[in-house]
């Protein structure tokens, strides 16, 4: 018997006895007046009248009446800027040691503020994760087993007065002295800067280590794996971790992923899906029942919801001066919203640029829909992420292939638009037949897209090429590894590039 690990999960089940869930909208009431107390005296609260919101009898109608919305253009010119530049309590009490920097969807280089308070609730957040286990029935064993997390590089770069890397090597770099036991690939290899050069390691080292959980964006989890494999001549990873039971994914929707990883086990594992962003720890999956998220409504993040409509959105995607927004009270199930928060790291209303609905309201359950400037609506086909995902799950059945990457655009032909999509798969498949088929069962689920379809978007065309060429364009354009993650929508002359680039690979 497992003696360490079955007293662990008895003390995972009895704090979880002694604790209960929070209620959601007085949860995010008591945030909401924590962040405005202790950030009244900087600067951005003296500017929009912190204290006298305070005094307030309704806190979030004069909050959000009081402080404008911002995107990241907007809080970095007018205030983040100070902070790169030394300066201190500007948007959050003090200064920060560190800055994330975001290497998401869109190819402005952003960095976001992380302080020590964001470290403090990213550390809360992921034991508050780590209790949710006992509701997923795993043996006790399992709690003895070590963590793989594969994030960015915990070498970090060093500037005047702080520090700067992505969100997930800076926790890493920060993950208390007790968890680093049971941590792996270690400090020493998590240094290590280049892709290629760190997953060769741990495909080295992988004999050595007795790993129960896997953690890390889907794509890359599944290159690891794959050199892990191939290094050591192995059939599954189960054959080198036979005690692999969990993988907690996160940063875009797994369903497209599932196949083509579960070709490299030897039996499922359990999923796990986390919601961490450069600007903190959102949300985790709470129960196996679902596959949705519970918000984590009670420690530094105040939520804020944006119904995801034209009358809300400017042409650059930005929530208007005007828009309607909502507190988590206020707000609907099974409705697209665009997510804001403010942070204990001093982002203030601030657009995250991620779209979710609310599938459970009690427990405050979400799902990430998509991003807010990977909403296809040039010529009004009005195609959100979600729906593109769940049409690529069809066309997964439907030609027995694994589809791990696509894009599309809307590009001009002949002086008409057409939607040109390029779609990344194990094998080859005949193109037209997977164009007729994505177009018809989009066309079944949007009646707007096939509205589109009889008036603006003149044709469909869809090159399925290697996923490869994807991930190869991802290494030079952008990076492996980390955070790093392929857009699903482009501009049309982004299109274009990748389109240039990925011909010459052929």
Request: net charge negative; charged share 25%; aromatic share 10%.
């Amino acid at each position: 018997m497992a003696v360490i690990g079955e007293l662990i999960r008895k003390a995972i089940d009895v704090y979880g006895s002694l604790t209960s869930e929070p209620d959601p909208a007085k949860a995010q009431l008591d945030v909401l007046e924590h962040l405005l107390r202790k950030a009244r005296l900087t600067a951005f609260g003296k500017k929009y009248n912190f204290t006298d919101i305070l005094g307030s009898p309704d806190l979030v109608a004069a909050f959000q009446r009081e402080v404008p919305t911002h995107d990241y253009n907007k809080l970095h010119n007018e205030w983040w800027h100070y902070l790169l530049e030394g300066h201190q309590n500007v948007t959050w009490p003090g200064g920060q040691s560190y800055f994330a920097l975001s290497s998401g969807t869109t190819s402005t280089s952003k960095a976001i503020p992380v302080t020590d308070d964001m470290l403090d609730s990213i550390r809360k957040s992921g034991i508050e994760q780590v209790m949710s286990l006992k509701n997923f029935d795993l043996p006790a064993d399992f709690f003895e087993k070590q963590i793989l997390m594969l994030g960015s590089s915990v070498s970090l770069i060093e500037k005047d007065d702080h520090e700067e890397g992505e969100i997930s090597g800076i926790s890493a770099a920060n993950i208390p002295a007790w968890f680093r036991g049971y941590y792996k690939p270690g400090l020493d290899i998590a240094s290590i800067p280049d892709w290629d050069e760190r997953v060769n390691r741990i495909a080295q080292e992988a004999p050595k280590w007795d790993i129960g959980s896997l953690s890390g964006i889907p794509s890359w989890i599944e290159l690891m794996l794959k050199e892990v494999i191939a290094y050591n001549k192995l059939d599954t990873i189960h054959d080198i971790w036979p005690n692999l039971q969990v993988y907690t994914s996160g940063g875009v929707a797994f369903e497209p992923y599932r196949k083509s990883l579960e070709s490299l086990l030897a039996r499922p594992l359990t999923y796990i899906d986390t919601y961490l962003t450069s600007e903190g720890y959102l949300a985790t999956q709470k129960r196996p029942e679902t596959s949705s998220m519970a918000l984590i409504v009670d420690n530094g993040i105040f939520f804020e919801f944006v119904p995801f409509t034209d009358e809300n959105m400017d042409e650059q995607g930005r929530v208007k001066p005007d828009a309607q927004v909502l507190s988590l009270a206020q707000a609907e199930e099974n409705v697209d919203y665009v997510l804001l928060i403010s942070t204990v790291s001093g982002t203030w209303r601030y657009m995250i640029g991620d779209t979710v609905m609310i599938t459970d309201k009690l427990r405050a359950e979400i799902k990430i829909t998509g991003r807010t400037k990977h909403f296809l609506n040039v010529v009004g086909e009005q195609l959100s992420v979600h729906q593109m995902n769940q049409a690529m799950q069809k066309m997964q059945q439907q030609f027995d292939v694994e589809i791990k990457e696509f894009v599309v655009a809307a590009v001009r032909k002949d002086g008409e638009y057409i939607n040109k999509w390029y779609i990344g798969t194990n094998r080859p498949v005949d193109n037209q037949p997977f164009t007729t088929a994505l177009d018809e069962e989009l066309q079944a689920n949007n009646k707007n897209y096939k509205v589109a379809r009889s008036k603006s978007v003149k044709g469909v065309e869809a090159d399925v090429i290697p996923v490869e060429h994807f991930y190869r364009w991802s290494e030079e354009f952008k990076k492996l590894g980390g955070q790093a993650k392929i857009p699903r929508v482009m501009k049309e002359e982004d299109l274009r590039e990748f389109e240039q680039y990925v011909s010459g690979l052929a």
